[in-house]
């Protein structure tokens, strides 16, 4: 360890900046803290105004150059990056777990590996990007994707490295040049990532990482007049002071923010295989913006649903995120579990019961949350309506389709709907119904990246992924040619 460096698990990484090609320090720093036992990492640079504005007119007078660079050498360095994340995985999916305590084994088997496929899919993606040409009075129209300019990142701390990683391979692969700022909570990785980029070959400049607070090292580049783009992962209430900050220089924002995503179980559904989705909505304990936390059961076979899904639950191992056989670590944040606590316990005053958990796990103690499922909630309740961003699901109930749909509607949110019934045309009648930017009908987390992906309503403003990524990372132009010989004729 040196003055800037910290060593987690063995691994180095640097506590610095990364401006310009440099490893830049700050004068203050803040401490990243790991949330598996509340151990302090290390200090990390903390930036200010001062450090954004040096990363943007860094990421400014890189871009021509990027911009002008071949898509087939841009993509040759995307999947050189790739390469780089795939012999780190280990390094990258240990750092990781020490600094948001999500499972060590999501980390290594999906979470890092996926990393490497954003590279690889946005670098391929790019080769093959290309709208058909259409005619118009013998005259060529003809749509290419100019790169935009300088874009920030702003990401969360739930799935760091792989939510920023979903911006920046096609920022990237757009001709683009990105200025990152991280989560203060979970700044690690991406600090490796800079480590790996620069390996790679991707020129000084055209990915810049700067570390620290929202409110200042994220709203200075939010602010800052040379950026061209914007693309936010985190909470409303930051998404609403991120638009204000944009709106003043008209930048183009790709929103995706929370959820309260439904899961509807009719009663012609595989039982078992319902129970297995509403389990698996606790993944990460909770903290995944996509998790369908209301389940809505019919009626008829709510008491089964209930028994089999507080059966299955009881099997969750909860405990220390790098053990192999757990399934469930601890929250992030004291501040993370006081406030689900919050939501639970003015829950149950107000009449919910809890038909597992309720509390926190006093006997793992620190930030371990028990597997909470609430019953008895009114429509109107707060825990019904709002994101409560940890291992917290409740149950209502429903007796015809008409109320399954008003119900999985009635929300400020539209992120996401899973639905699990044995009757395909119910699930397109229902699926036709919903306010919700993906729906995953007896399936959940099935993600390719070619898809469409953003919420509805106060879920987010936009959709990335594919050609739509290409489109909000791009200046889009029509190019409208004459047919040959026009001057001959006029
Ligand atoms: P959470 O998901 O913890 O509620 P936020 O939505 O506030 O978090 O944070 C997500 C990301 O947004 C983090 O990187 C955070 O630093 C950043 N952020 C917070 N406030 C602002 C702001 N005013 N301007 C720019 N970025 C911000």
Request: charged residues 20%.
């Amino acid at each position: 360890m040196t003055e800037h460096t910290l060593t987690v698990a063995g691994v180095t990484v640097d506590t610095r900046h990364w401006i310009g090609g440099e490893r830049i320090a700050s004068a203050e720093t803040f401490t990243d803290v790991s949330p598996i036992d509340g151990s302090a990492l290390g200090e990390i640079s903390r930036g200010t105004a001062t450090e954004a504005a040096a990363a943007v007119a860094a990421a400014k007078a890189a871009f021509p150059g990027w911009a002008a660079t071949a898509r087939a050498e841009r993509a040759r360095i995307l999947h050189a990056i790739a390469d780089g994340v795939d012999k780190r995985i280990e390094d990258l999916a240990i750092v990781e777990t020490h600094d948001n305590a999500a499972l060590l084994r999501s980390h290594r088997r999906g979470v890092m590996p996926r990393v490497a496929h954003n590279f690889r899919f946005f670098a391929d993606w790019l080769l093959k990007l290309e709208h058909e040409e259409f005619e118009t009075r013998g005259h060529t129209n003809r749509v290419s994707w100019d790169p935009a300019g300088p874009c920030v990142l702003i990401t969360p701390w739930n799935a760091p490295l792989m939510l920023a990683t979903w911006k920046i391979a096609p920022a990237l692969a757009a001709g683009n040049t990105v200025i990152l700022k991280p989560a203060e909570w979970t700044p690690l990785t991406a600090s490796l990532l800079a480590d790996i980029a620069a390996e790679a070959g991707l020129p000084a400049g055209v990915l810049n990482v700067v570390q620290g607070y929202g409110a200042e090292a994220g709203n200075a580049l939010v602010s800052h007049p040379d950026v061209r783009r914007i693309s936010f992962t985190g909470s409303v209430p930051t998404a609403k002071a991120i638009g204000a900050a944009s709106a003043a220089n008209l930048v183009p924002t790709s929103f995706e923010l929370g959820g309260k995503s439904p899961l509807l179980v009719f009663a012609d559904a595989d039982l078992d295989l319902a129970v297995d989705l509403a389990v698996e909505q606790y993944d990460n304990a909770g903290q995944v913006c996509l998790a369908a936390t209301r389940i809505l059961v019919e009626e008829s076979v709510a008491d089964e649903f209930t028994k089999r899904f507080a059966q299955k639950a009881a099997t969750l191992q909860q405990g220390d995120p790098r053990d192999e056989a757990t399934d469930l670590g601890p929250n992030i944040h004291p501040r993370q579990l006081e406030k689900i606590d919050g939501f639970v316990q003015r829950a149950l005053a107000a009449g919910a019961r809890a038909v597992i958990g309720g509390a926190p796990h006093t006997d793992l103690g620190g930030l371990y949350y028990r597997p909470t499922l609430l019953t008895d909630v009114a429509q109107d309740s707060e825990v019904v309506q709002e994101e409560v961003f940890g291992p917290v699901l409740t149950l209502q109930t429903f007796a015809t389709e008409q109320e399954a749909v008003a119900l999985a509607n009635d929300t400020r949110f539209g992120l996401a709907a899973t639905l699990a019934t044995g009757d395909h045309e119910r699930a397109a009648r229902v699926t036709a119904q919903l306010v919700a930017g993906t729906v995953w009908v007896n399936c959940f987390f099935v993600r390719d990246l070619q898809a469409p992906f953003g919420g509805s309503r106060q879920s987010g403003v936009g959709r990335e992924g594919g050609t739509w990524s290409f489109d909000f990372y791009c200046d889009l132009k029509n190019t409208v040619t004459a047919p040959k010989g026009w001057q001959n004729h006029g």
